[in-house]
DNA sequence: TGGGGTGATATTTTT
DNA sequence: TATCACCCCA
């Protein structure tokens, strides 16, 4: 195995004595040294694979890492061996530790969109009308979860009306959860950190349990994980990090790529190894990457190079406009494959914000060329599978009060919002859930009989089904649940058109085959556990069997992938550079950006740029990126319209913006 | 209760 | 310009 790799990644691979940071480039084969280093401990070094954890971001990188060390080392050698996500990480450490962290079981986790409804329903009731401010507020919440920022110490440090709001409603926030019994994604991490701090002996526990912890997309974490590293790690040094300040890309939702910097404070004795050899991409897309990221400080120097020789200069086309930007990019994507003799999936058009993919999408269908798309609605933003996603979430927890919400009428039990209304004061009143309420005598004061009996009725069949899913199979506790409402009826019935309504019934049953599969792998699991563990899991990525098609996706996106032709599209300032960037003076993270997009390419690089661009309605002029101009020249090959850059008009729109910001500011 | 008209609003996205 | 949330009316 060891024959496959340099000398910076055996060293690596070989490195026990002191914390290690790998500084990893682009292609230099990160994930390599990963799977390497985890079968080297268990083969080499005996240690038991259930004492080894590997963290990763998302969920496709961890199933990525879990299948390469079962390449190495086969299945059962392997048997224990944690690989996953920090939030899955911290799942399991608070389903184990549940009453220490002050929940009970059955709890559930509320996603994005849950979390949303809950701020949006505090606020209207704290401020009357939540404005458009709601997204803010819960922006501000994530962010001092990640930085490990308790509620109190928030509203100690707000200083504006907007902040000592944000800091309200993030005390009330956190108290609300409790009372549902439910967790945010941000609190998987940030409950562990505060269980360890405040129970040693259950510190030294996971310590023992966990001997050896490697984190991939070092870069990537934010305060709370680091700190969530670090205990874990305590005085020992079977820590291995790998990352690449120069793609975090991250920050602007908690990432602190100061994290990098940082460990060389906290671990005196850290020992740094660098892989500089890149084995993805030419010379020259490598050079212009490097010229690229050499505007940017850095704290770790490091210069990538290739042994796959200097290829073809890079293209810059410059269009007339955005629909000959996405004319021009498919037209060479066509003729450039059909001379070659590619694949579709060798090709991909990367770009800023998702709004561009629209224009290539049109082309690209125009021209019958297959293509996939990255991002878009996630499967769980789908009506069908929030509805029943809601439905699991009472039986497995029923204080779960959004899932009452959701469901009470979905399908009709003629408890309409004026009931839940009531309903909902009561509760409020006496400090219980939804769910507790409907059994209390003294509901029937403050409802008509009818809707007490309803209600009454509801709640008593949740308990069976809730009785049902736990004495037999949760699975078919789940697909009579389904039955019994006549979910399939009522999406029959409240879609105009009959081929929709089947869809979203196919939506549901995928849902369910998920969680058959994941009962399967896992038969000790409760109802509670399965849908915990899918609310975490992103499904649209999985079964994506990319075939031969074009990806089309955004530069975020991209990170972590590899095309031999990568299409990077909109090289334009207030673009890539992101206008609010620009304002914010984030350009620094802007460029990372572009030398991700770079740095995907293998064989060839394509940029584009157009002259003039709609932009909400009417049209504008365009400047090229400065990016451009911190690319060699030499390597560049020119095409397309001539422009004249206009570099004092380019300045006059930094300054003029920066002004009206900093008006903006002083007057706030 | 749902659909159509109206007005505000406009990055990146994973868990 | 396109979308989306929201409100009002049937």
């Not at 100061?258 to 190894?273: G, T, Y």
């Amino acid at each position: 195995m060891s024959d496959q790799m340099n000398p910076a990644q055996r060293a690596a691979v070989r490195y026990l004595d002191t914390p290690l940071l790998v500084l990893a480039g682009a292609g230099s084969g990160k994930t390599r040294v990963i799977t390497q280093k985890i079968a080297y401990l268990i083969e080499q070094c005996s240690v038991e694979p259930q004492h080894i954890a590997a963290v990763t971001f998302t969920n496709k990188a961890a199933r990525e890492m879990k299948a390469r060390v079962g390449k190495l080392l086969g299945k059962d050698k392997m048997k224990g061996l944690r690989v996953s996500t920090f939030h899955t990480m911290g799942l399991n450490i608070v389903r184990k530790e549940l009453k220490c962290v002050g929940l009970k079981s059955g709890f559930s986790i509320y996603d994005s969109a849950d979390s949303l409804a809950l701020i949006k329903e505090l606020m209207k009731k704290t401020f009357g009308d939540p404005g458009n401010q709601v997204e803010q507020v819960q922006y501000s919440i994530s962010r001092w979860k990640n930085a490990f920022v308790l509620p109190e110490q928030a509203a100690q440090e707000a200083h504006d009306a907007h902040s000592t709001a944000a800091a309200q409603i993030y005390a009330t926030y956190n108290h609300h959860l409790k009372t549902y019994n439910a967790v945010d994604f941000d609190d998987l991490i940030m409950l562990p950190v505060i269980l360890f701090r405040e129970n040693p002996d259950k510190l030294a526990a996971w310590r023992e349990r966990i001997r050896y912890l490697l984190v991939d997309e070092y870069q990537d974490t934010n305060t709370t994980q680091y700190e969530l590293v670090k205990q874990l790690v305590g005085v020992r040094n079977c820590l291995t990090v790998v990352g690449d300040d120069d793609q975090s890309i991250y920050s602007w939702r908690g990432a602190n790529p100061e994290n990098l910097a940082l460990l060389k404070q906290d671990f005196p004795n850290l020992r740094v190894i660098k892989l500089e050899q890149n084995y993805r991409s030419t010379g020259r897309i490598l050079r212009a990457a490097n010229a690229l990221i050499s505007n940017n400080p850095h704290v770790f120097e490091k210069r990538l190079w290739s042994e796959l020789g200097n290829g073809d200069p890079l293209r810059v086309i410059r269009c007339k406009d955005e629909e000959q930007e996405a004319e021009q990019v498919v037209h060479e994507l066509m003729h450039h494959r059909f001379r070659h003799g590619n694949k579709f999936k060798d090709y991909a058009i990367l770009y800023r914000g998702n709004h561009q993919s629209r224009l290539f999408e049109r082309m690209l269908r125009q021209n019958n060329i297959p293509y996939y798309l990255s991002g878009g609605t996630s499967f769980f933003a789908y009506t069908e599978i929030k509805d029943v996603m809601a439905y699991l979430r009472m039986v497995a927890n029923p204080d779960d009060d959004n899932a009452f919400v959701r469901i009470i009428n979905t399908p009709r039990r003629e408890l309409g919002p004026g009931t839940v209304e009531k309903l909902a004061g009561y509760a409020h009143m006496r400090g219980n859930s939804l769910f507790t309420s409907c059994f209390e005598i003294g509901l029937q004061q403050h409802l008509n009989q009818r809707a007490c009996e309803k209600l009454n009725e509801f709640a008593n069949w949740i308990v069976s089904m809730a009785h049902k899913a736990e004495e037999e199979h949760p699975i078919e506790a789940v697909k009579s649940l389904l039955l019994n409402i006549d979910y399939e009826r009522w999406l029959l019935d409240t879609c105009k058109d009959e081929v929709i309504a089947n869809r979203k019934m196919d939506n549901v049953k995928e849902l369910i085959t998920w969680l058959e599969r994941m009962h399967k792998n896992d038969p000790s699991a409760s109802l509670s556990d399965l849908v915990n563990k899918l609310t975490l899991i992103d499904m649209l990525k999985d079964d994506d069997e990319v075939g031969d098609q074009v990806s089309l996706m955004t530069l975020h996106a991209a990170k972590g992938l590899e095309f031999p032709h990568v299409f990077l599209v909109g090289m334009e300032e207030e673009l890539l550079p992101h206008r609010s960037s620009i304002e914010e003076e984030t350009i620094e993270e802007e460029r990372r950006l572009a030398y991700v997009g770079i740095t995907r390419a293998q064989r060839s690089l394509t940029i584009t740029m157009a002259v003039t661009r709609k932009r909400y309605g009417e049209k504008i002029d365009c400047q090229p990126s400065r990016f451009l101009d911190e690319l060699p020249k030499d390597d560049l090959e020119w095409a397309g319209q001539n422009v004249v850059v206009d570099e004092a008009k380019r300045q006059e729109n930094g300054r003029s913006q920066l002004a009206m910001l900093r008006g903006l500011l002083s007057e706030g």
